[in-house]
């Protein structure tokens, strides 16, 4: 008895922490002269992608394959969310030399 | 010796060869006020040719180059504007400026005489080189003679963006042909 009580704590902790993980999180995604950080990211489906423009300019987050095309006014954020799972290259359209890739894992 | 210096950086923008700007570099250098003046005015001159090729293009792609022109240009200009209030500098007129600006009025005159592709491909040429040119000036002259850090930092940020402008109008360059 003793002894499965003992055991029981790190098993709910083991619980707990996947049941965090199974829920979705907030990624942040920023681009400040004209760069986007973190270059490459990894999330899973369900995420929300909080992009933030601290530029003066306005910027495009835009997937190659389609998947997603967020306009960022200047220094304005949005947000989406992930509804697909694959390795996305995506970039900015009006300045295409912004380019990063966001890995959405099932 | 501005007027050296200034004449050196005029000819190096009209025949877009930033290699005449170097013989000059080491003993002209302009002052804040004047670079201020000089940045200020490639960006508005950028935005004039935009604004023709917005009435004139007809390529879906020079009319997207136009746009972006626009929206940066005028974007890095107010950063400019906003920069000289908070630092209490007047930009300072100055010989390159001038220069600039009368070949400037120059080209949009040449290029009001086109019309459809023909404008397009001269238009699109002339943004080449144009971006080139102050490409060049501004890392071989503008930004190395910067003495405010807040102003050098900004010419920095034009130089990156406007890398990418030459870039972009040589890809548009290259599709119309």
């Known amino acids: 008895m003793r002894s499965g009580r003992l055991f029981s704590l790190p098993i709910a902790l083991v619980f707990a922490a996947m049941a965090v993980r199974a829920h979705a999180t907030t990624i942040e995604i920023t681009m400040e002269n004209l760069v986007i950080s973190p270059a490459e990211i990894s999330a899973k489906v369900g995420d929300t992608i909080n992009w933030i423009n601290k530029d003066v300019f306005a910027h495009t987050a835009t997937a190659k394959n389609g998947d997603f095309d967020v306009t960022l006014a200047p220094k304005k954020s949005a947000s989406s969310i992930l509804k697909k799972a694959g390795t996305i290259d995506y970039y900015c359209r009006y300045h295409p030399n912004m380019k990063a890739t966001l890995k959405v894992e099932p | ?177």
């Open chain 2, 1 to 177: 010796m501005l007027i050296r210096w200034s004449a050196a950086v005029a000819a190096a923008m009209m025949l877009s060869s930033p290699v005449l700007l170097q013989s000059a570099s080491a003993t002209d250098k302009p002052t804040d006020p004047q670079i201020a003046h000089i940045a200020y005015t490639a960006g508005v001159i950028d935005i004039n040719a935009a604004k023709q090729a917005q009435k004139k293009a007809k390529s879906k792609d020079v009319k997207a180059f136009a746009e972006d022109m626009l929206r940066d240009h005028e974007a890095v200009n107010k950063q400019a504007l906003a920069l000289v209030k908070k630092l209490n500098v007047t930009p300072e007129d100055n010989d390159t400026s001038k220069a600039l600006s009368k070949q400037a009025s120059d080209k949009l005159a040449e290029l009001d005489k086109l019309n459809g592709a023909a404008f397009d491909k001269a238009y699109v040429a002339n943004e080449v080189a144009y971006h080139k040119a102050v490409n060049g000036a501004l890392e071989t002259q503008l930004i190395p003679s910067a003495n405010n850090a807040e102003l050098k930092s900004l010419l920095q940020t034009g130089l990156k963006i406007f890398q990418g402008h030459q870039q972009h109008a040589e890809h548009v360059a290259a599709e119309l042909k």
